[in-house]
């Protein structure tokens, strides 16, 4: 089935590092990808996404590519800041209805990322 | 903005035990979701209602009823609660005829004791 895998953190950063966190994918059809944030004690928020190869998704200094042919939308972001500690959540929508996307998420475990000033 | 809105925020139950989660949006959404968030696990499917009237099982609806009394809401029902089920509930609302993207509520953190 489709399924998610991402880096394991969790993710120690000084302010102004660089970030990667690398986001593999496993699905039948063409999925939709995302990343979702949450902050301490907050829902899941989108912070990008992208729906057919080779889209580029970004936000917020973010940004992840899909890439068909190695199955990845890994998050980068050249200069990481304090406000930037959260849990990232790397997900696919999976096809079904409506002639693509059913809906349904599916999630990788998340990556905690601390940012030390 | 209400979005979609759950409640309770904290509920602490006994074993055995039921209760509902509540969920609502106002975005005129289609499509609602449960899911539970675990450490270690991300989060995972219990069910969904892809329009009102319909509902679905995800990856883990063992322990779980809901009911979507109407588009607007989407509720989750513990019969009997068992300390595995001590997570963070999460509802969700998307349309997927138009876009992929889901919101989510602010979570119900559940502990079973």
């Known amino acids: 089935g489709d399924s998610v895998t991402q880096m394991e953190g969790p993710v120690t950063l000084s302010e102004e590092a660089f970030l990667t966190i690398n986001c593999t994918y496993t699905?039948?059809?063409?999925?939709?990808l995302f990343w979702y944030v949450q902050y301490p004690g907050e829902g899941l928020q989108l912070l990008l996404k992208a729906t057919k190869a080779d889209d580029k998704g970004s936000n917020k200094g973010f940004e992840a590519t899909y890439r068909k042919e190695t199955t990845s939308f890994h998050l980068e972001k050249g200069s990481v800041q304090v406000s930037d500690s959260a849990v990232y959540f790397c997900?696919?929508?999976?096809?079904?209805?409506?002639?693509?996307?059913?809906?349904?998420?599916?999630f990788g475990k998340g990556t905690k990322l601390s940012v030390k000033p | 903005n209400a979005g979609v809105t759950q409640t309770p925020k904290f509920q602490v139950l006994k074993t055995g035990q039921s209760m509902t989660l509540q969920c609502a949006q106002d975005m005129n959404h289609n499509s609602m979701y449960w899911y539970r968030q675990d450490p270690g696990m991300g989060l995972r499917l219990i069910y969904y209602?892809?329009?009102?009237?319909?509902?679905d099982k995800g990856e883990v609806p063992n322990g779980y009823n809901v009911s979507r009394l109407n588009k607007r809401e989407f509720s989750l029902r513990l019969e009997s609660a068992a300390p595995s089920q001590t997570s963070v509930y999460f509802c969700?609302?998307?349309?997927?005829?138009?876009?992929?993207?889901?919101?989510f509520g602010q979570g119900t953190r559940l502990t079973v004791v």
């Open positions: 969700a609302s998307s349309d997927p005829r138009t876009d992929t993207e889901a919101f």
């Open positions: 699905a039948t059809g063409y999925p939709s």
């Open positions: 209602s892809a329009s009102e009237g319909t509902t």
């Open positions: 997900a696919l929508s999976v096809s079904g209805n409506y002639g693509g996307s059913q809906g349904n998420l599916i």
